[in-house]
């Protein structure tokens, strides 16, 4: 299995993970310099289910030992959004009926990151007041209604305490061509983001 392209084990990539995370320098974001404490955990598409239960082994792990993780699925988050403006039931009804493209506008105004989204994480961010690392999940889930780009440049200024761990079912890449750019399910290239640190690039 290849898990990621950077390792080859599901083993080896939780056991990477954890040494980082569980390290001082990674939560007292030690070496950073004025950078955001957001690192990108890129997976193949294809594993996303086998990285999906290295994220809750972690997350099980790293609280057993007193380290608190805030795990935010941003899919789960979107239909709470959509439930708590009393739009969910509606958008099950039309689904079937609107065009796709339709689907995704109105998805994508109700869910807009600066004034819905990120707002409604920073909101479970205060009342999770004593967490220390901040996991996002779902990124694939909530394409291509919600950008990763767009979510973590509105999220900069909100989660900037604690390190976030986004895990990205695909690239994030850096070139002197195109500088850096998350590719979401290694096709998609158009999502320019460089301010955060690739997981599998840092050392304990």
Same mark, same amino acid.
């Given at each position: ?45 294809? #594993?996303? !289910? ?10 099980? $792990? =790293?609280?057993?030992?007193?380290? @608190? *993780? ?5 899919? #789960?988050? !979107? ?10 039931? $509606? =958008?099950?009804?039309?689904?079937? @009926? *609107? ?8 998805l994508q105004g109700v869910l807009d990151p600066e004034t819905h ?27 291509p209604y919600i950008r990763s ?56």
């Amino acid at each position: 299995m290849s898990i990621t392209n950077n390792l080859n084990s599901s083993k080896s990539v939780y056991d990477h993970l954890f040494g980082i995370i569980s390290g001082d320098r990674f939560l007292s974001m030690q070496s950073i310099g004025n950078e955001v404490p957001f690192y990108i955990c890129p997976f193949l598409p294809e #594993d996303a !289910s086998e990285m999906s239960k290295i994220q809750k082994q972690l997350s099980n $792990r =790293l609280n057993n030992q007193g380290v @608190t *993780v805030l795990t935010i699925n941003l899919y #789960d988050l !979107s239909i709470e959004i959509l439930k708590e403006i009393d739009v969910w039931d $509606r =958008l099950l009804e039309i689904e079937q @009926t *609107v065009e796709k493209e339709q689907l995704k506008e109105l998805l994508q105004g109700v869910l807009d990151p600066e004034t819905h989204l990120v707002p409604a994480i920073a909101k479970k961010l205060e009342e999770a007041a004593g967490f220390e690392v901040l996991f996002l999940t779902g990124v694939g889930e909530v394409f291509p209604y919600i950008r990763s780009h767009n979510v973590l440049n509105n999220l900069q200024s909100t989660a900037k305490e604690r390190p976030t761990v986004i895990f990205f079912p695909g690239a994030y890449t850096h070139s002197i061509e195109s500088g850096a750019s998350l590719d979401l399910f290694d096709r998609l290239h158009d999502d320019k983001y460089y301010r955060a640190f690739n997981i599998f690039h840092c050392e304990a």
